[in-house]
């Protein structure tokens, strides 16, 4: 069964250090996303991607953060500068169509920031 | 109340008995979802119910929308122990591209 996959599982990084959260959403899949979730806490969305280009993006979604499709397969996510505030764990998702289907989730990486 | 709220926020059974949870939430939606989350894991889904539906069974699974009281129900018939996670309902909206999920519901199955 295709599934979505995401590297690293876990990641710890310094505060003010650059990460890069690998994802390689199911093949035939147009839309991808990445979420959030802070421990304890409910998922956010963060943003969507289209057609190789951002769809929409939450307010949460700043400078610090881009997203790049490098390839045919895989779907990256950037924070450029990491903060204590941002580690939580990262989900990618993606579905075959806007909103109108199923997303189907990866595991996650889990991002400590000291 | 926010986006796709859930109640309970923790649900204990026994096994064999039946678990419902309840989703509000307050935008005009395409769709609302049902995903299930094992502690520190990822999301899995579980169900989707089109805003034009009332009802929908997947398995042990009955999922009910009453778009008039922009309300969602999961039912889970005879509980396992391995039901045991967080349930979350996630909405779909009729314009944009994201899920906005609620708190989740804890669900607990004593064996």
């Known amino acids: 069964e295709p599934e979505v996959t995401q590297t690293p599982s876990h990641q710890v990084t310094q505060m003010g250090q650059e990460v890069i959260l690998r994802c390689v959403p199911i093949s035939n899949h147009l839309y991808f996303y990445w979420y959030r979730q802070i421990l304890g806490q409910k998922v956010e969305f963060l943003v969507s991607f289209y057609n190789n280009e951002i769809s929409e993006k939450s307010e949460i979604f700043d400078d610090q953060f881009s997203v790049e499709r490098p390839d045919g397969s895989n779907f990256t996510l950037k924070i450029r500068s990491t903060k204590l505030e941002d580690s939580a764990m990262y989900f990618c998702a993606s579905s075959r169509n806007r909103g109108g289907t199923e997303a189907f989730f990866g595991q996650g990486t889990r991002l400590t920031v000291v | 109340s926010q986006q796709g709220e859930e109640d309970p926020q923790a649900l204990s059974i026994q096994e064999g008995e039946n678990a419902t949870m309840n989703c509000s939430y307050k935008t005009s939606i395409n769709n609302l979802q049902w995903y299930r989350q094992n502690s520190g894991r990822g999301l899995v889904h579980l169900i989707l119910?089109?805003?034009?539906?009332r009802e929908k069974h997947s398995g042990r699974l009955r999922v009910t929308l009453d778009t008039s009281k922009k309300s969602s129900s999961l039912l889970i018939t005879a509980s396992r122990a391995a039901d045991t996670a967080s349930y979350f309902c996630?909405?779909?909206?009729?314009?944009?591209?994201?899920?906005?999920f609620g708190e989740g519901t804890q669900l607990t199955v004593n064996p």
């Open positions: 119910i089109r805003s034009n539906e």
């Open positions: 996630a909405t779909g909206e009729t314009s944009g591209s994201r899920l906005t």
